[in-house]
Nanobody, 120 residues
Framework: QVRLVESGGGLVQPGGSLTLSCGAS????????MGWYRQAPGKQRELVAT???????NYAESVKGRFTISRGNVKNTVYLQMNSLKPEDTGVYYC??????????????WGQGTQVTVSS
């Protein structure tokens, strides 16, 4: 069984910072990419940032220069450092493993999500 578990969400004031963590567990042979997505109330889930196994990153325009995605030293972990947070960053943040090879399957997996609320 492959599982992705996020942590690190919470309530923060505008301008503040948070770091989200995600770890993938199970009989995983490889993961092509890991990423963070978010969903605000009444809106569709959207890409925040992704990082490939080779370290290439991609960011939504709205978070460029404020958020940083990185892979951890522990295998199959990913972090999202969020700085200069704005109220519009509020939402449930989901971790996604893309191209997860855990025999006999090759597929994507999602975590359960962690709430981030930016409010004064």
């Amino acid at each position: 069984q492959v599982r992705l578990v996020e942590s690190g969400g919470g309530l923060v004031q505008p301008g503040g910072s948070l770091t989200l963590s995600c770890g993938a567990s199970g009989n995983i042979l490889s993961i092509s990419a890991m990423g963070w997505y978010r969903q605000a109330p009444g809106k569709q889930r959207e890409l925040v940032a992704t990082i490939t196994s080779s370290g290439s990153t991609n960011y939504a325009e709205s978070v460029k220069g404020r958020f940083t995605i990185s892979r951890g030293n522990v295998k199959n972990t990913v972090y999202l450092q969020m700085n200069s947070l704005k109220p519009e960053d509020t939402g449930v943040y989901y971790c996604k493993g893309e191209g997860v090879l855990a025999l006999p399957q090759l597929r994507d997996y999602w975590g359960q999500g962690t709430q981030v609320t930016v409010s004064s």
